[in-house]
């Protein structure tokens, strides 16, 4: 009778463990806590085994069949076009997971605003154009008594300036990376987004932004200057 006992509970154990379920997810701009409706795909992976490939987001959901209890990983195309692995643990009951696509991947790569010397002036010129808009706008950095001053300006006309300190400078060398990787943007929508830098008056780089998928210069002007209009 005992041997029996111990056998029925292992074939519970063993049952149990071998029970799938669904998990449903959701894919959002986590910074902005916004959904994300891009149709995208990713793939789930457990222990270096891929589970299953090209799962679609529609309408910024996903569902994914089959899973066990454990950690996976989720691997998808964030909106700056790099390759995030997400690991999460799966519970049995079918927590939701969610996506974040606007997580960055740091490429600690130099920027102009890290080699930013007393003598240099830094100029970002953003324009953007659309069915219904036009937006020219340009932001200046230079050196005034060893103190890094922005300038915002509208249309040409200067209506916001302020000291940048350590803080907001280490946003703008986050922003300058992103922006580099905004050329691997997936397009496809009627907006585009042109980001020049100009240091000393000399191009540095432009990239050209067709997604939507990135409103990285107004939350930039939001950051360094409080301007929210």
């Known amino acids: 009778m ?9 074939l519970i154990g063993i049952s149990a463990n071998s029970q799938t379920f669904s998990v449903k997810g959701i894919q959002k701009y986590c910074e902005t806590d916004r959904t994300d409706s891009r149709e995208r795909y990713l793939s789930v992976t457990r222990n270096d085994s891929v589970i299953v490939e090209n799962v679609k987001t529609r309408f910024g959901e996903f569902k ?3 899973l066990k209890e454990g950690f996976y990983t989720f691997k998808f195309t964030n909106i700056f076009g790099q390759i995030v692995n997400y690991k999460t643990e799966i519970l049995k009951n079918g927590n939701q997971i969610t996506i974040c696509v606007d ?3 740091e490429t600690n790569e130099k920027t102009l605003f890290s080699e930013l010397t007393s003598e240099d002036k830094l100029i970002i010129e953003y324009a953007s154009s659309g069915c219904f808009h036009f937006d020219n706008e340009q932001m200046k950095f230079y050196y005034e008594k ?6 915002l300006y509208i249309s040409e006309k200067l209506v916001k300036r302020k000291k940048v300190d350590s803080k ?3 946003y703008l060398i986050g922003f300058e990376k992103k922006v580099k990787q905004m050329k691997n943007n997936m397009g496809g929508c009627t907006t585009s987004d042109l980001y020049v ?11 050209n932004d067709s997604s939507c998928d990135w409103n990285g210069y107004r939350e930039l002007k939001k950051e360094i200057f409080n301007y929210t209009k």
């Open 146 to 151: 060893e103190k890094l001053i922005a300038e």
């Open 168 to 170: 907001s400078l280490e």
């Open 197 to 207: 830098f100009s240091l000393n008056n000399e191009t540095g780089f432009s990239v």
């Open 2 to 10: 005992k041997n029996l006992t111990i056998i029925f509970l292992i």
């Open 64 to 66: 994914v069949k089959g």
């Open 103 to 105: 997580t960055f991947q």
